[in-house]
């Protein structure tokens, strides 16, 4: 995949919602779930699309939450939305995130280079920031498919 191609991919989702992100089941490819809407004006329906990032050599995952949200953030009824809703804090229960600022090729990236020479595959290194996470991520190839709404990309229990 070109980086023109790529950044083109990333720029869809830019300020939709990340409801999802993790190694698949397999643990080779990243996924990235994001429920993506327009203005109801436009009568263009919601959707939800899987980011695949394939052969993912690197998933690196920090907080983008400031340390004195997260004080204020430990509150188990705040993992539930009914329940956190009217409480300070960050309220993790909404089940999604922000993706804003958006996600972004970084073209001049020496680990993707290093292992772009070590295989002989193009493998690039994106950045995807929301507001409550920051995801970095070093792949080959980038696969972007529509999934129906709850998709739900593996249970521990193998019920998927």
Same mark, same amino acid.
């Given at each position: 995949?070109? $980086? ?8 869809? &989702?830019?300020?939709?919602? $990340? &409801? ?9 490819? !990243? @996924? /990235?779930?994001?429920?993506?809407? /327009?203005?109801?004006?436009? @009568?263009? %329906?919601?959707?939800?699309?899987? !980011? $695949? ?18 004080? /204020? ?6 993992? *539930?939305?009914?329940? *956190? &809703? ?5 309220? =993790?229960?909404?089940? =999604? ?5 958006? %996600?972004?090729?970084? /073209? #001049? ?7 772009? #020479? ?8 994106? $950045? ?18 529509? &999934?129906?709404? *709850? !998709? ?9």
């Amino acid at each position: 995949m070109d $980086l023109e191609t790529l950044g083109r991919a990333l720029d869809d &989702v830019f300020d939709h919602a $990340l &409801v999802y992100h993790g190694f698949t089941d397999y643990m080779r490819d !990243y @996924e /990235a779930i994001v429920h993506v809407t /327009a203005d109801p004006r436009t @009568e263009i %329906a919601p959707t939800y699309l899987r !980011y $695949l990032f394939r052969y993912c050599v690197e998933a690196h995952c920090r907080t983008s939450v400031p340390p004195v949200t997260w004080r /204020a953030s430990l509150d188990d009824r705040l993992i *539930g939305h009914e329940t *956190g &809703v009217d409480l300070d804090g960050y309220v =993790w229960g909404v089940k =999604w995130h922000a993706l804003y600022p958006g %996600a972004r090729v970084q /073209a #001049e990236s020496a680990t993707a280079r290093s292992w772009a #020479e070590a295989t002989g595959l193009d493998f690039h290194e994106v $950045l995807i920031e929301t507001n409550a996470h920051v995801l970095t991520l070093v792949f080959s190839d980038l696969q972007v498919s529509e &999934v129906p709404p *709850g !998709y739900r990309p593996f249970t521990v229990d193998g019920d998927g």
